[in-house]
């Protein structure tokens, strides 16, 4: 029976029908896919070389067995945002000849289908098998393996347990990313310690190796609590996360802009309350760490800002690429009545464009604890900052206006590629090449400073010239749309 | 004369959908496009709310092609399908958005929505839901609400009365028949007894073609009925 669960869900994915249309953006998917298990597997793979340079003068393992609750929470927090529950895909079932029993296992096995039941496996275990061993012998991997596979359990069916409970909320994701960042902050400053209390306790499996079944058995417990739960609650309406109640909202800040504010604010509405909008913005949070792959402290001595700047580009724009992408697309659904309504098409672009900037304005300002590196990486961000809100956000539009492929908003958000196209691969080169262009002689010439002048100027006479190319976009935009309200409507 | 089409056309590929050569309609006209699936009325509505381009011909509004400019939007309101409502919103954010367009202020909406409570039938406000997680009946009346609200000198509606419980349909009819001013109504519906109801004109179409165009009298019930059995 559950084979028969497992192939029905196989073919549901693969006959879907809003997977990608091309095949070349699910081979360029695919490699995606592939770097980030490769990144997974080198960090694993890597650990006994990377734990020593950061965590410098700390026995190895006491490093190794710090950082497990750490990872631990970190993924709690983002599964608590990202990871899914699998539930629509029972209704057809409920109904039938099936024992419930047989449907909850189901459940409970699709659960695990998640990359984030993989990633510990591959980021833990390489170190287990090549020092644990050495240290404290066979039993004890043994061990560490099945706490580490009983913890990543336990945060599984929590996760779901919890969201089937609904008590879960964006904010608490954010919640969950500042407490993380209070206890690294403590950590700093050697008041409370989790890298410790984690090396204590991992420290306490290497001696005592069967202690390690302690998370076995709050795995089981969460497993058999979530089961239970399922039992008792088999509907459909109670499985979902629960409706909560809906409220109006008024986002006051806008209102001094008028009509644009009015448009801006139903955009901002538009992001916050569907899940793949929600995504893209928390993941251009991510990406703000982008940085510290990038700037290295040979690069930031040398002014190399050349190299540099497609990482500032990317950071402090990021909110302008990853949502301006798909612009006008997200609003697929009811564009005919946007266009059918009394909404100056002026006023439509300019709401655009002042989202764009609030949201890179906000983004930026984050970026610059880079300063914490280098004043210079400060310097380099407003200028990308100035690029963004003056040129990116021109580019964005722009191209928009050639965009359209519908997007069904309220389909999950990863691994979703409707409404991909070769625009979206294509937007990247007129953005991030321009200011580099620009930059690019002045880097010949040594006076890499000039250059950053430069771009910071560019971006300034961009943003003077707003007017002229709101005025050029809405212009395009009349002439195209009714091909952008034809393809949506498909 | 509030609407004018002329020669107008829409091709797809080499399948003609509409194709109409002369319509007039006079302020304060009631008409129903009557036709069979396919006959071609949507994309007729869509054309005279400027969003499809004509392969040929023009709509004029008050005069003036609706392609050309904005100002028929100032005194036209429509609601064709879920397309048009913005489903991520409360039923009380999208009135509030609709009448900030039309430069109605959150007071005047709210005093607008008083007048519909009937309509509504307390199923619309204060019920803590987004427009998405309505029934589709209950969706066509935000939309059909939110386009009377703009006091329209033209209002177009697709079948409005599609989905709708009987109940709402017979108060919709009464709200259509007994509106204030001299508002031009243009409905397409698959109810014959609904459309000779509520207008004083029908147009029949098919296959994209105006068929027959004529003023309801007690016979025209009959006539449609037996134009469609046959």
Known sequence: M????????????????????????????????????????????????????????VDIITSFNGIILYYFALDFV???????LPTLSIIPYLHLKVPKSKIIGFLNIKALFSAFNLWPILLFFPFIFMEIADEYGAF????????????????????????????????????????????????????????????????????????????TIAALAIFKLNSTFLYNNLYVEELGAKQEKKVSTDYAFLNRFGKVGELAALELKLILRHKRSRSSIILGFFFLLYGFMFYREKLINSDSFGTMMF??????????????????????????????????????????FLLFTIASTIISLLSTF???????????????????????????????????????ITKAASFNYQGTGATQWLLMFPYALTPILIYLPFSLLHIPYWGLFTVGIFGIVMLLMRGFWVNLITAKFEKQRYKIAEGFRE | MILEVNK?????????????????????????????????????????????RPSEGEV?????????????????????????????????????????????????????????????????????????????????????????????????????????????QIRLKKILKEYPGNMTTFISSHDLNHVTDVC???????????????????????????????
């Open chain 2, 60 to 168: 004029l509004s008050k005069g003036k092609n609706v392609a050309d400019g904005d100002e028929w939007k100032n005194y036209t309101a429509s609601f064709l399908d879920e397309g048009f409502l913005i489903d991520y919103l409360t039923p009380e954010e999208y009135f509030t958005f609709i009448g900030s367009l039309n430069n109605l202020s959150v007071a005047d909406v709210g005093s607008y929505l008083t007048q519909y409570a009937e309509f509504f039938n307390g199923e619309i406000l204060n019920s803590w839901k987004y427009i998405r997680d309505f029934s589709k009946g209950n969706q066509n009346k935000v939309g059909i609400a939110a386009a009377l609200m703009q006091k329209p000198e033209l209002l177009i509606l697709d079948e409005p009365f599609a989905n709708l419980d009987p109940t709402t």
């Open chain 1, 311 to 352: 990482a500032g580009i990317f950071m402090t724009g990021v909110s302008i690429i990853i949502y301006g992408q798909f612009m006008f697309a997200w609003q697929s659904a009811h564009f005919d009545g946007l266009l059918s309504n009394k909404i100056n098409f002026k006023n439509f672009i300019k709401a655009k």
């Open chain 1, 2 to 57: 559950l084979s028969t669960f497992l192939s029905h869900q196989r073919k549901s994915f693969w006959r879907s029908r809003n997977r990608g249309g091309s095949i070349a953006t699910q081979v360029l998917m695919g490699f995606f896919m592939l770097y980030f298990l490769a990144v997974a597997v080198g960090v694993g793979l890597g650990m006994t070389v990377f734990l020593p340079k950061i965590f410098k003068g």
């Open chain 1, 140 to 215: 004890a991997v043994l061990m560490y393996i099945i706490s580490i596979l009983s913890i990543t359990l336990f945060n599984n069916y929590l996760i779901l347990y919890i969201k089937r409970k609904s008590i879960t909320n964006v904010y608490y994701t954010l919640v969950g990313f500042v407490i993380i960042a209070i206890f690294a902050a403590f950590e700093y400053f050697k008041l409370i310690s989790l890298i410790s209390t984690s090396d204590f306790v991992f420290r306490g499996i290497g001696e005592k190796p069967y202690l390690g079944f302690g998370f």
């Open chain 2, 8 to 52: 107008l056309k829409k091709v797809y590929g080499d399948k003609t959908v509409v194709n109409i050569d002369h319509i007039q309609i006079q302020q304060g006209e009631t008409i129903g496009l009557v036709g069979n699936n396919g006959a071609g009325k949507t994309t007729f509505f869509r054309m005279l709310l400027d969003l499809i």
């Open chain 1, 370 to 408: 880079y300063g914490f590196l280098s004043w210079k990486l400060v310097l380099m961000h407003f200028v990308c900052y100035l690029y963004n809100i003056g040129f990116g956000t021109v580019i964005v539009l722009y191209l928009a206006t050639y965009n359209y492929k519908r997007i069904d």
């Open chain 2, 200 to 230: 004083s004109r029908i147009i029949l179409v098919e296959k994209g073609k105006v068929i027959k165009d004529f003023k309801t009298d007690e016979n025209t019930l009959k006539e449609l009925e037996n134009y469609f059995s046959t």
């Open chain 1, 78 to 84: 983002m599964r608590l945002q990202l990871q899914e």
